[in-house]
């Protein structure tokens, strides 16, 4: 259950990230509203999976998904560009990701 909190909270990170970047610095109502609805879901998920998980280990997780993840949408769809080094960083945040669950410290 932690694992499907966790992914959740991390889905609704990426959600209000993603609205972020159109809320023009919180200047367009819609987006910026979308913002919150976002992060007060993944706030709220990330504390309910703290209560069965180490905290390094989910927020490491819920950092290093949640990054990649941006920075894919950002790349296949809002036309940012990703350069080999910038690719390269974002693979060792998943290699780092999948290290810590092999772990199992959680």
Do not use: R
Not at 43 to 64: E, H, N, P, R
């Amino acid at each position: 259950m932690p694992c499907v909190l966790l992914a959740a909270a991390i889905a609704a990170e990426v959600a209000g990230t993603t609205a972020m970047k159109y809320s023009d610095g919180f200047t367009k109502l819609w987006p910026s509203l979308g913002t919150a609805v976002g992060y007060l879901p993944a706030f709220t998920l990330l504390a309910q999976t703290l209560k069965t998980m180490s905290v390094g280990t989910a927020y490491a997780i819920w950092a290093g998904a949640g990054t990649a993840a941006v920075a894919a949408i950002g790349t296949f769809f809002l036309g940012e560009s990703a350069n080999t080094v910038e690719l390269a960083g974002i693979a060792l945040v998943i290699v780092g990701v999948v290290l810590l669950n092999l772990g199992g410290a959680h």
